[in-house]
């Protein structure tokens, strides 16, 4: 069975410039999870999907980061405009049920560096 | 709403126990564990749910006080291979069941 997929692996960008990350779960897997995880910090939960539905994004700085997850199946993180506090690793993952009951699989995370 | 995790950092021997502490300030409906190695993402070790349920591997163990609010998680007879960051995770049901990090045990094993 093949993992969550994550692209790309390294990202380095000058602040003010844009970002996407993608991110492709576990087939047949409703939920998806994004996380940022500052170096020495545990994840942060950014946004969870269920299916292409926002379950919560209550944690994602919504005035330059935006995602989508289009069909239910991949998603794009994006962000615009980037600044230094915003290099972190942004990890995906994906669960088959809701988070309660059900182990989530990272994807290997993408390492942001803003200069 | 983090959990917090005690110790911060334990440094153990190979064949010694140890035992990582997840509390919450609020009700636990599940308690989530992982472990993350230096430059990896976070695997999966084991889910407890209210009502006593596990899911998780078979040479990991773990407790879950509801009452308490407080997880632990027990790892005997260490192998090198368990060195890692450890990480529980606690769901909110309040916020629509968003998903909370704890603040992380570094172990680390030596010969």
């Known amino acids: 069975e093949a993992g969550v997929a994550q692209s790309p692996r390294y990202k380095i960008i000058e602040k003010r410039q844009s970002v996407a990350f993608w991110c492709n779960p576990i087939s047949g897997h409703a939920t998806l999870y994004w996380y940022q995880q500052i170096l020495g910090q545990g994840p942060k939960l950014l946004i969870q999907f269920q299916n292409n539905g926002v379950v919560d994004d209550s944690q994602l700085p919504k005035d330059r980061f935006s995602a989508e997850r289009l069909k239910g199946v991949d998603s794009t993180l994006k962000i615009q405009p980037a600044k230094l506090e915003d290099s972190a690793v942004y990890l995906c993952a994906s669960s088959s049920g809701r988070g309660v009951y059900n182990e989530q699989f990272f994807g290997p995370g993408t390492r942001l560096t803003v200069l | 709403q983090q959990p917090v995790q005690s110790p911060q950092a334990v440094i153990l021997r190979e064949g010694e126990d140890a035992v990582i502490n997840c509390s919450s300030s609020k009700a636990l409906y599940s308690v989530h564990w992982y472990r993350q190695k230096h430059g990896e993402a976070p695997v999966f070790l084991m889910i407890?749910?209210?009502?006593?349920e596990q899911k998780g591997h078979e040479k990991i163990s773990a407790s879950f006080n509801e009452k308490k609010q407080q997880s632990s998680l027990y790892l005997t007879a260490s192998q090198l291979s368990y060195s890692g960051t450890y990480f529980c995770g606690t769901v909110d049901p309040e916020f629509g069941n968003q998903f909370y990090f704890g603040t992380g045990t570094s172990l680390t094993v030596i010969p």
């Open positions: 407890l749910l209210k009502g006593g």
